[in-house]
C-alpha cells in the first residue's frame, strides 16, 4: 500500500516554540518546570517533558510558591495572569504570538467601546483566555443557530475567531453574522492561523486519493 505524506504536517511554529520554552526553562532552572494546560495535545510530547521534569497543571493552586511557571501556546485569561503574577510565579509565557495579536485586539477595540463575538468552541483553553481577556460584552457563538442568540448591548460590534477553527465551518458562521449584524467589525486579517489553514487545504487534496487519513 502507499502511504502519502501531507505537506504541510506537524508542529506548528506556535507549538514548537512552546515546546522549546519549557526545554529551555528545564535547562536553565532545572526540574520541576510548572506548564498550565499540555503545552500540545500530543502525549509522546508531553510525557517526553513529563519524563524531563515539566509538571503539567491546570489550576493555578497546584503550583508551590516561587515554582518556575510556562503559560502554553493557548494564551491565558486576565484573571490567570494577574493571578500568578500575584502568587509570585517565576513566568514565561509561550502563548503564541498569533494568538497574542487577538488578545491585542480586544484589549484595544474594548477600549474603544466595541464588544464581541468569538466563533469558536465552548471550553478550549485558547478561547477561555480570549474571552478572558474581558470581563464582559464578548459573546461566545459555536455554530450558526448561536449567532441569533446574540444580544449586544450597544452598536459597536467587532468579530474574533479561534485560531485553530475550520476555515468552512467559521466562514459559515461569520455569513451569518454579517447577515444580522451587517456593521460588524471583522479583523484585517482572518484570525485562524496560516498553520491551521495550510493543513486544512492540504487534508483537503489528500483526501479523495486515500481510503484512509491518519492524523
Ligand atoms: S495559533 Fe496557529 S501557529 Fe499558533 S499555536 Fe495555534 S495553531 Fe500553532
Do not use: W
Not at 48 to 77: M, N, Q, R, Y
Not at 113 to 135: A, C, N, W
Not at 153 to 169: E, F, I, K, N, P
Not at 171 to 182: C, D, G, N, T
Amino acid at each position: 500500500n502507499d502511504v502519502l505524506l501531507a505537506e504541510p504536517r506537524g508542529f506548528c511554529a506556535g507549538v514548537d516554540r512552546a515546546i522549546e520554552i519549557v526545554e529551555r526553562a528545564l535547562t536553565r532552572f532545572g526540574a520541576p518546570i510548572y506548564v498550565r494546560h499540555e503545552i500540545v495535545h500530543n502525549t509522546y510530547v508531553v510525557n517526553d517533558l513529563k519524563a524531563k521534569g515539566a509538571i503539567f497543571i491546570e489550576d493555578l493552586a497546584e503550583v508551590p510558591p516561587g515554582a518556575t511557571l510556562v503559560f502554553s501556546a493557548h494564551g491565558v485569561s486576565r484573571q490567570v495572569r494577574d493571578e500568578a503574577q500575584q502568587r509570585g510565579f517565576q513566568i514565561f509565557d509561550a502563548t503564541c504570538p498569533l494568538v497574542t495579536k487577538v488578545h491585542v485586539e480586544v484589549a484595544k477595540l474594548a477600549r474603544e467601546g466595541f464588544e464581541f463575538i468569538m466563533i469558536g468552541h465552548k471550553g478550549h483553553p485558547e478561547v477561555e483566555g480570549t474571552m478572558g481577556q474581558l470581563s464582559d460584552g464578548i459573546y461566545l457563538v459555536e455554530d450558526v443557530a448561536d449567532v441569533a442568540r446574540v444580544q449586544p448591548r450597544g452598536r459597536q460590534l467587532a468579530v474574533v475567531t479561534q485560531t485553530t477553527l475550520s476555515v468552512d465551518d467559521a466562514a459559515q458562521i461569520l455569513a451569518e453574522v454579517k447577515r444580522l449584524f451587517p456593521h460588524v467589525r471583522e479583523p484585517k486579517q482572518q484570525d485562524i492561523c496560516y498553520a491551521t489553514q495550510n493543513r486544512q487545504d492540504a487534508i483537503k487534496v489528500m483526501a479523495p486519493q486515500v481510503d484512509i487519513v491518519i492524523v
